[in-house]
């Protein structure tokens, strides 16, 4: 069993991580880069530590089990005595249609009921305060506790609510229901367990609806659907913005230091999410989100973008250390806010045109692009053009010195060349020849000056002599094709210098915390899809080494950052939506 065996569930508002034993390691509120109300899963491990904590209990529990209901986010966790007794858990987020729109409360529910036996169970919930600093107060009401803190909370419940408080066992003769979060008049009805049940079946029969709606390979639908709910889980519904994980400060590896907050919007990372949802057939997230990163752009004066935005459009907060929560297993530090939203990356105007490709170049969608938002997109390409020889972080955010990315560079090329495209889609003669030949000037740029003859590979910087995992997306991307010479040189380099085993890390080189110690999973996605592209002998190495990857899933079908190349162990951010997305871009590849 991994360590990271957790369950995801959310609506869109927010989002929780569930243990095997049904406890809530991980919840922020009142969104999802908000203060963690349950973070024991950054408590270093510590099994008695209370704060923080929303855990159901069975008295004499010996074992469980776990799984999704099917092509559902809803959790089901049951807990035996071995005696015969039990209960059942269910726990989900609501999110269904009401009053002609989506309806995401900021609410956990949780229902319990008995499956044999007579069940007794503790109910705790210690909700933290402040990054686990301080302890919320509580008031008892009918039904009801109250919480105090920064943003006032609620557990509702037909359940004995002063049994809650002392932590005393109560015994579960039929089903009870606990809803928490933010004061919801939904939540306060008298019968909290037929709201439940409603709200439990309404949910269902929407993600049953939605997950209809995809177009998944057969051969591996049930993976592609899981990654997909995982995806939809981080989008945040009032605004669009798509955050990287839910998590913050699970290290890459053991005691390295390497912790980031990534609960926060990337333009490049909500571009690859989109675009994976949008390959099954999901449109409505990319409409979605860009009209967030248009939003945000509009703002500054000349569409200027930065690399992270918090879920409402705005900056994210300065980065800070956490120092109440030790962090995961004790390995910290726990940060709060990230320092790479300082840093210059450029290739994120790339990012930010490609996700329209399907409004231009698919017949499927709609609304179909049209010359307004190319000529916002052109904002975004103009700052292309004039950055693709400039130095910066890179994609892999290096706090050290800037270098010209090559990535970066052809991500600035994709924004040009895409331009032309979509401005010939509306038969603008004049805009198609004024991106096409900014987009033919980079591309001469970087095959001159990221080639590398004597590594027989493009490099990771121009005029440079290391490796970056993230030019095995040349093809993808229309850089290059698949069968070029030169490609299939650099893939042969990444294998010789990045590839450990059967896993590829993102570069080779010592970075701000040394050499880099375990994978980088999505490189592997990368490698794969590259295999795919290449063909023949190559394409089934590729399909062999996805069912590999997709074996060291955790038994829900989900997937962190990073993967220790000997153990299978998980680390990293969980779910790492890069990852999530890798699962979906591979299987659509493979089947075609």
């Known amino acids: 069993m991994t360590s990271l065996d957790l369950g995801l569930i959310g609506n869109g508002s927010i989002g929780a991580l569930i243990d095997a034993d049904a406890a809530v390691v991980w919840c922020c509120f009142p969104r999802f880069d908000g203060d963690p109300v349950f973070c024991s899963l950054l408590n270093g491990g510590s099994a008695g530590a209370k704060t923080g ?60 009921r008995p499956i044999g036996g007579n069940p007794n169970i503790v109910v705790r ?164 989100y860009l009209g967030f990163l248009l939003g945000v752009a509009a703002r500054t004066r000349d569409a200027c973008l930065v690399p992270i935005y918090s879920v409402d459009g705005g900056a994210i907060p300065d980065e800070r250390i956490a120092q109440c929560l030790p962090g995961y297993r004790g390995m910290g530090p726990v940060r709060v806010g990230n320092k790479a939203s300082e840093q210059a990356q450029h290739d994120l105007y790339g990012e930010a045109v490609l996700t329209a490709e399907s409004l231009f170049l698919s017949s499927r969608a709609l609304p179909r692009g049209d010359e307004s938002l190319l000529a916002r997109l052109e904002a975004f390409g103009r700052h292309a053009a004039r950055l693709s020889e400039l130095p910066d972080a890179g994609l892999w955010e290096l706090r050290g010195a800037e270098r010209v990315h090559t990535f970066s560079s052809i991500m600035c090329w994709a924004a040009c060349d895409r331009l032309a495209k979509y401005a010939t889609t509306l038969k603008l003669a004049d805009r198609v020849d004024h991106w096409r030949s900014r987009a033919t000037k980079i591309h001469d740029v970087i095959s001159r000056r990221s080639w590398n003859s004597k590594l027989n590979a493009f490099t990771a910087t121009m005029d440079g002599d290391s490796l970056d995992a993230s030019l095995l997306l040349m093809p993808r991307l229309g850089f290059l094709e698949a069968t070029d010479a030169r490609f299939a040189g650099t893939v042969a380099a990444i294998e010789k210098q990045l590839k450990h085993g059967d896993f590829v890390y993102r570069y080779a080189e010592r970075d701000d915390f040394g050499f880099p110690e375990n994978a980088f999973l999505v490189c592997t996605f990368w490698y794969i899809e590259a295999l795919a592209a290449m063909g023949g002998s190559r394409r089934e190495e590729a399909r062999a080494l996805f069912e590999k990857v997709l074996a060291a899933r955790n038994r829900h079908g989900l997937l962190a950052e990073d993967l220790d190349p000997r153990t299978l162990e998980q680390w990293g951010n969980f779910p790492q939506t890069y990852c999530m997305a890798g699962i979906i871009d591979c299987a659509v590849a493979l089947a075609k």
């Not at 559902?72 to 269904?96: A, M, Q, S, W």
Request: with cysteine; aromatic share 8%; hydrophobic share 35%.
């Open 125 to 288: 919930v210690e909700p933290a305060d402040d990054y686990g600093c301080g302890k919320r107060q509580h008031a008892l009401g009918a039904g009801h506790i109250s919480y105090v803190g920064a943003q006032a909370l609620r557990l509702t419940t037909e359940a004995p609510v002063e049994a809650i408080v002392s932590g005393a066992p109560f015994h579960v003769h039929q089903t009870i229901t606990l809803i928490f979060g933010l004061d919801d008049p939904g939540a306060n009805a008298s019968d909290v367990t037929s709201v439940g049940a409603t709200m439990l079946e309404q949910t269902g029969a929407n993600w049953r609806d939605w997950t209809r709606s995809l177009q998944a390979p057969s051969e591996w639908r049930d993976a592609v659907i899981r990654a997909a709910i995982a995806l939809k889980l981080n989008v945040y519904e009032p605004t669009g913005a798509i955050i990287a994980s839910m998590t913050t400060s699970i290290p890459e590896a053991p005691n390295t230091g390497r912790t980031w907050d990534y609960r926060y919007c990337w333009p490049r990372d909500a571009y690859f999410t989109a675009d994976a949802l949008c390959r099954l057939g999901d449109t409505r997230t990319v409409e979605h």
């Open 53 to 112: 904590a929303f855990t159901i209990e069975l008295e004499g529990g010996v074992t469980g089990e776990q799984h999704y209901l099917h092509d559902t986010p809803i959790l089901v966790t049951r807990l035996h005595d071995g005696k015969g007794g039990g209960v059942e858990i269910t726990d989900f987020c609501p999110r269904y249609e009401k009053d002609g729109s989506l309806y995401c409360p900021k609410l956990l529910v949780r229902q319990v």
